[in-house]
């Protein structure tokens, strides 16, 4: 287990160092005025989880709030047995997740290169973003064809698999936020593939679509405006 944060007088915790190395996070009766209705949902680390419901407006939203990205919410949000404070809970949040490929969020600017994407993405985990980093990140992927390719041209697949890979290169991230793959045209199986392979390396999932699109996936489920 890693350091603990200290406490304070009355008892909440402060962040201090990281969080223990099995998490489990609890989020009950979560809303935002109107858009987002009561919603409560748990998971653990290494969990895959598919949140249904709601619109796509809310559904970013809630990957926000899940993230510690978003304050102005209803309900609690908290790590089930450690003591955190409010402010905290949120540090500790944003430190180990990542919100990918959510819209107007965490997508490139439209008619960006996928080079200059991976590249940005390399600074943005401040990691070497030369050339020759992307280069290697791209034949790493199996995306050398399409290193020129704007990033709404590269195959869905690979194009999920690459936003998920340069969000696991932050340091801390052990939770992914993966915001409406099943908006693109492709086949549910595609982004689920995706979803899996990244939990089987031990991350912890969440995808964010509709229930329509979700049929074989594996893993908890939870609907939005069901507290």
Not at 201 to 226: D, I, N, P, W
Request: proline fraction near 4%.
């Amino acid at each position: 287990m890693s350091k603990l944060p200290e406490s304070d007088e009355e008892g909440a915790l402060h962040l201090n160092g990281d969080i223990p190395d099995d998490f489990k996070i609890r989020a009950k009766s979560i809303s935002v005025r109107d858009w987002l209705k009561p919603t409560s949902l748990e998971f653990i680390k290494g969990d895959a989880v598919l949140i249904t419901g709601g619109s796509d407006y809310a559904k970013t939203g809630l990957s926000l709030i899940l993230s510690g990205h978003m304050r102005s919410f209803r309900g609690t949000l908290s790590f089930v047995d450690i003591n955190l404070d409010r402010g905290a809970t949120k540090r500790a949040l944003r430190r180990i997740s990542a919100v990918v490929d959510a819209p107007r969020v965490s997508t490139p600017y439209e008619h960006t290169k996928l080079r200059d994407y991976v590249a940005q993405e390399l600074c943005i985990a401040k990691r070497p973003s030369g050339s020759g980093e992307v280069g290697q990140f791209l034949i790493d992927g199996g995306l050398q064809d399409y290193a020129d390719s704007e990033t709404e041209e590269v195959p869905t697949g690979l194009y999920l698999d690459a936003t998920m890979s340069l969000a696991t290169m932050r340091e801390g991230v052990r939770v992914l936020h993966l915001v409406l793959p099943d908006r693109y045209d492709c086949e549910s199986s595609v982004w689920q593939e995706v979803v899996d392979n990244y939990h089987n390396k031990g991350y912890t999932v969440l995808a964010y679509c509709q229930g329509s699109s979700s049929l074989g996936f594996c893993g908890k489920r939870f609907e939005m405006g069901v507290s």
